[in-house]
């Protein structure tokens, strides 16, 4: 059976401090107590909120009239010769910053430039979490679901999962998938890193672009930058009381692209698209570093992280939310796409 835990506000779990109570919370520490809190729940006609490390969440100050389930399974087991590499199945509950150290240690690569990510590890396969020229797709064989229109556990295999940027099935279908476990193929490469792809951290760890760097030094490097822009947590430091990045770099076609300002990044993409940086275009709508509006603002260190100075509410981080993207649209005629999930509210 699950445990019942008393009424919280959702402040106590989520990274912003933001969020107001739940009516029902209940923890689940074992998969037969996940899969039991979400049928029971289900079967009553309430609805349903999981919460890892609340690191993607945005809720409502009226908080949430249904059952909050809290994912605390663990459990990793790793299979396979690891002299070649490693299928590692990886329970949803586990911490994703300690699982990448973890996976750092036994010298395999794949995840290490996704070191400092908050967050649990069944939270990452929903939006394909990546940073860094990294994705969790690289490396994700399948995920292990209860699926709740079928009332069964299914296993998913990577070519299902509807992998794309910050998208996957699970966000295509939001109230059909509880993650269970998710399994990893990792590949041995005797100390060193995948091949950097992006151009930021080559150029700090002193490699080129598509060249390999020491697996340690790349988390060590990677932690360096994502603190630098205030995006490992902190409960000292009201810099990093945020969802990480708020807005998705925005996709355009190749046109809108060559419509934006000289000096706007542009990246190609596989498919003909090209890809801008929306730190970038906050910047230059006239949003700055510390960009403030009463107890809620945009982060001194990187503009894209929109913080809870301390004292903040939904309905604040919300309303500069809206002031960003509105500045930006006007701009650039480029409407920002919130990364994090809205619990209660919406971006209208």
């Known amino acids: 059976m699950t445990a019942s835990v008393d009424r919280m506000d959702l402040s106590e779990v989520t990274t912003l401090r933001l969020g107001g109570p739940a009516q029902t919370v209940v923890e689940a520490t074992t998969e037969a107590e996940l899969i039991d809190a979400v049928r029971t729940a289900d079967e009553a006609g309430e ?3 999981l919460v890892g490390g609340g690191s993607n969440l945005v809720v409502s100050d009226a908080g949430f009239d249904g059952t909050v389930v809290l994912v605390r399974t663990r459990g990793i087991d790793v299979s396979a010769d690891a002299c070649s590499g490693a299928m590692v199945t990886v329970a949803a509950g586990e ?10 240690e036994h010298d395999w690569e794949g995840v290490e430039a996704l070191s400092g990510i908050p967050g649990s590890v069944g939270a990452t396969p929903i939006q394909n979490v990546g940073a860094y020229g990294q994705e969790v797709a690289d ?4 995920v292990r679901t209860w699926d709740r229109h079928e009332k069964r556990v299914r296993t998913i295999m990577f070519t299902n999962l509807g992998f794309s ?8 279908e939001p109230d059909r998938f509880v993650v269970l476990t998710v399994a990893f193929q990792f590949r041995f490469a005797g100390g060193l890193s ?20 020491p697996l340690q030094q790349v988390r060590e490097t990677v932690l360096e930058l994502r603190r630098g822009k205030g995006m490992v947590l902190d409960p000292q430091d009201h810099d990093t009381w945020s969802a990480g990045s708020f807005f998705t770099n925005p996709i355009l076609t190749p046109d809108a692209a060559a419509a934006l300002p000289e000096g706007a990044p542009r990246f190609e993409q596989p498919d003909g698209t090209v890809k801008t940086s929306a730190a970038w275009l906050i910047d230059h709508a006239g949003f700055g570093k510390g960009y403030t509006r009463g107890a809620v603002g945009l982060s001194g260190k ?4 929109l913080t809870n100075r301390g004292g ?16 930006v649209e006007r701009e650039f005629g480029i409407r920002l796409v919130n990364e994090p999930v809205l619990v209660g509210d919406a971006l209208v």
């Open 95 to 104: 911490d994703w910053d300690q699982f990448v150290a973890q996976v750092v």
């Open 139 to 142: 490396t994700i064989v399948s």
């Open 302 to 305: 990187h503009v894209l992280a």
């Open 165 to 172: 940027y910050r998208h996957s099935r699970f966000k295509a």
């Open 47 to 49: 609805p349903v909120l």
């Open 312 to 327: 903040g509410t939904t309905a604040e981080l919300l309303d500069l939310a809206r002031e960003v993207r509105d500045g």
């Open 194 to 213: 995948a091949p950097i792809r992006y151009g930021e951290l080559a150029r700090r760890l002193g490699v080129e672009v598509g060249e390999r760097a």
